[in-house]
Each structure stands twice: as C-alpha cells, then as structure tokens.
C-alpha cells in the first residue's frame, strides 16, 4: 500500500471505510450494511460485497530507505496497526 499512488489509496479507504466503490466501467460494489444497498437493484451494475471481505494490507514505514507514502497517514483509522520490526541478525543468518 505505501507504493500505490495516493488516488489509488483513497479509493480503497473509501471502500473500506464507507462500504462501497464505484468502478470506471460502471459496475458499484456495495456491503449489504449499506443503505444505498436496498436503494439499488440492477444486478447487472451492482455486486454485493462478501460479508466475509477482509483486507490484509502490508506497507512500510513512511520516509528513507523506503521512500513510499506515508500510508497510516492516509488511512491509519481504518485500519487495526500491528507494526512489525526487523528481526535481529542472529535470525536472519539462520
């Protein structure tokens, strides 16, 4: 996440924030939780999203060596952060 474009971020944060994305062809995936889901009925438009749906988003810190975007920025309230740190030389020789 923290190499994709910052367009592309928001997007994603839209779906799994509000429930829903609107796609460039027209095709709009909803989550049944929406209210725009029973306002909707054109099945060839509209796809319901698994209320199993889960996102599972990897990034790196924000700034040198990895120079990408500072992603908990952009959707660090969506999400559940568990920061993971560089295992020790030991563990990595073996």
């Known amino acids: 996440f923290d190499k994709a474009p910052t367009e592309v971020v928001c997007i994603l944060k839209g779906l799994l924030e509000d429930g829903e994305i ?17 306002l909707l009925g054109d099945p060839r438009e509209v796809a319901q999203i698994h209320p199993g749906f889960r996102v599972v988003a990897l990034a790196n810190r924000p700034g040198f060596p990895f120079l990408g975007n500072d992603f908990f920025r952009e959707c660090g309230d969506v ?16």
């Open 22 to 38: 609107l796609l460039s062809d027209g095709r709009r995936f909803v989550s049944t939780g929406v209210a725009l889901w029973s």
């Open 79 to 94: 999400f559940a952060v568990h920061v993971v740190g560089n295992p020790d030389v030991d563990s990595e020789v073996q």
